[in-house]
């Protein structure tokens, strides 16, 4: 959870000159690159706000949970306008706007604390104004989603030789595997059920754990790293561990289980669905 009496809040005042900015921008056609970005629905303005994630990249559901949940209270209250949260390793800038009198549309970006590039704040602003045309025209989200992703870059990670993601008894739902390490892909049965069985036997000696813990698996030059929660087990053989290849293990897990999250409750065994997911898994790995 983010703790509010730490975040430092700044407001940009001059909302004409920023617009007047990113205006003058607009002719830079250089992608944006940060680390992620989401766009959020907030209506039922008049009992408190109800918050719907239209999407997200880059960004863990639970810390737009928790933001909603920190300044929703003023983005109600305004209705338009901006924030920028400085956190421990990260800073998230909002910008939100009327969608009509009863909704507001959000969006939120997340820059590294220190980048070697800042972001270009004046582009920023002017994209969600004109993404918000779109949204206040009704544009399909899809069509929205393609522009966000033909406008800003997140960057990838390697280190990745293979992904599985299995059910709690070991039945594959969807996996992602190196081309050439074909050896691998001929036993992705096997390798589900020996971590889902070691899992299994991990939690019956030590005692399960609460909450989603990575977990890891030596095999010399390999690891597998482990997140179980809500009785899916999300497992990545890797080669080369970086910090930002660690927090993309935790927004597969969650992105998954939240975009699946009614499908998994009354699985009845066709893993066609899941097949999708293999876009938002090229998103963050380079397999």
Known sequence: MINKKFLKKKHEGNMIAMNNA?????????????????????????????????????????????????????????????????????????????????????FIYMEEKEPTVPVNFPKLYFLSKKINKKILSNVPISEITKFFESEIEIPKTDGVIAIFIIGSTGSPFISKINKKRSNIADHEVHIGGFISALLSFSNTIIGEETGAKLKEINFGNQQFYVISKSNVIFAFLVENMNQLLQRYMYLIADEFLFDFRNYIKEFNGDVTPFNEFESKINQYFII
């Open 22 to 106: 990113a205006q003058n921008s607009n002719n830079a056609s250089e992608k944006l690159y940060i680390l992620g970005y989401g766009l959020l629905n907030i209506s039922e303005l008049d009992s408190g706000g109800k918050l719907n994630v239209l999407f997200q990249n880059g960004i863990g559901i639970s810390l737009i949970q928790n933001i909603f949940e920190l300044y929703k209270k003023e983005i109600i209250s305004k209705r338009q306008g901006n924030s920028i949260i400085p956190l421990d390793a990260f800073t998230i800038h909002i910008q939100y706007f009327k969608n009509g009198e009863k909704n507001i549309s959000v």
